[in-house]
């Protein structure tokens, strides 16, 4: 079976860290997270210093390709997809994406709930941006999830991801 990358399409905050972590349990596959990076950086720098966030990101990005193994990859890719499916087709990987398409009645509760006071600021941007993403690659999306899927998330996820193997072994 060729490697392959499970990722996600979708606004900051739209349960894209559950459903990995739900997949990873349930695949044994490793996580590459960008919040973790980014994370690490500001603790190194005291502040995000986004060049090197981005250096850290590609760097830890192409050491799961290289190294030929499936992975998560817990990031959205909605700005990043043309440059990391060219990545991922070159090395010989396929790919699953899981897209959250939710509304943005459902991303504002979310907001609410996680205390995303900043995100929820820029909240009409990050859905424009999730809009012109589906315009352009819905043809890249294994499974999209909407409102009323999100009770359901982790085990449709689970399947679709499942089902998919099952049709590429």
Same mark, same amino acid.
């Given at each position: 079976m060729k490697p392959y990358c499970i990722c996600f399409a979708g606004a900051i905050g739209s349960s894209k860290t559950p459903i990995a972590h739900y997949l990873s349990l349930k695949l %044994?596959?490793?996580i590459h997270n960008n919040d973790v990076i980014r994370? !690490?950086? $500001? !603790?190194? &720098? %005291?502040?995000?210093?986004e %060049? !090197?966030?981005e $250096?850290?990101?590609d760097q830890r990005i192409g050491e799961f390709i290289q190294n030929q193994r499936p992975f998560i990859l817990d990031a959205s890719v909605d700005r990043t997809w043309t440059r990391l499916k060219t990545s991922l087709i070159e090395h010989g990987f396929d790919y699953f994406m899981i897209s959250m398409d939710l509304s $943005? !009645?459902?991303l504002a509760e979310l907001y609410e709930a996680k205390?995303?006071?900043?995100?929820?600021k820029v909240l009409d941007q990050y859905v424009a941006d999730h809009d012109k993403f589906l315009a352009d690659f819905s043809g890249d999306i294994g499974l999209h999830l909407a409102d009323e899927d999100f009770p359901e998330r982790l085990p449709k996820s &689970?399947?679709?991801v499942e089902a998919w193997l099952r049709k590429t072994a």
């Amino acid at each position: 079976m060729k490697p392959y990358c499970i990722c996600f399409a979708g606004a900051i905050g739209s349960s894209k860290t559950p459903i990995a972590h739900y997949l990873s349990l349930k695949l %044994g596959l490793p996580i590459h997270n960008n919040d973790v990076i980014r994370t !690490e950086v $500001k !603790e190194d &720098f %005291g502040e995000l210093r986004e %060049g !090197e966030y981005e $250096k850290r990101r590609d760097q830890r990005i192409g050491e799961f390709i290289q190294n030929q193994r499936p992975f998560i990859l817990d990031a959205s890719v909605d700005r990043t997809w043309t440059r990391l499916k060219t990545s991922l087709i070159e090395h010989g990987f396929d790919y699953f994406m899981i897209s959250m398409d939710l509304s $943005k !009645e459902r991303l504002a509760e979310l907001y609410e709930a996680k205390s995303y006071h900043e995100s929820r600021k820029v909240l009409d941007q990050y859905v424009a941006d999730h809009d012109k993403f589906l315009a352009d690659f819905s043809g890249d999306i294994g499974l999209h999830l909407a409102d009323e899927d999100f009770p359901e998330r982790l085990p449709k996820s &689970f399947q679709a991801v499942e089902a998919w193997l099952r049709k590429t072994a």
